[in-house]
């Protein structure tokens, strides 16, 4: 199983994830993010495999501070950008 998030600052959702996905029954659960604080990554190191592409340090790190451009997406979007990538993948799945 592979936890993804776009970030860990303090961590702690992750690490709510990462006890959520053991308790449901996850054998080898692996985190992945692009960014993340190194205070963060190394806890959870403690607790499983992660992946992150770019480690920040400094006194306090906000996962926005890594990207260029940042912009919440509200439910709305997301349920629209899911639909999309369904009907593109299943498009797809049926050419191939």
């Not at 776009?6 to 006890?19: F, H, N, Y």
């Not at 950008?81 to 993948?89: A, Q, S």
Request: aromatic letters at 6%; a negative charge.
């Amino acid at each position: 199983m592979v936890l993804i998030d776009d970030g860990l600052a303090s961590g702690v959702t992750m690490r709510v994830a990462l006890e959520s996905a053991r308790r449901a029954g996850g054998d080898r659960i692996v985190i992945a993010v692009p960014t993340g604080h190194l205070a963060s990554l190394r806890k959870l190191a403690d607790l499983t495999d992660i992946y992150c592409a770019n480690v920040r340090r400094g006194y306090s790190f906000a996962v926005a501070d890594a990207y260029r451009d940042w912009s919440d997406v509200d439910e709305v979007d997301l349920q629209t950008m899911l639909r999309e990538f369904m009907t593109d993948n299943r498009q797809t799945r049926v050419l191939s």
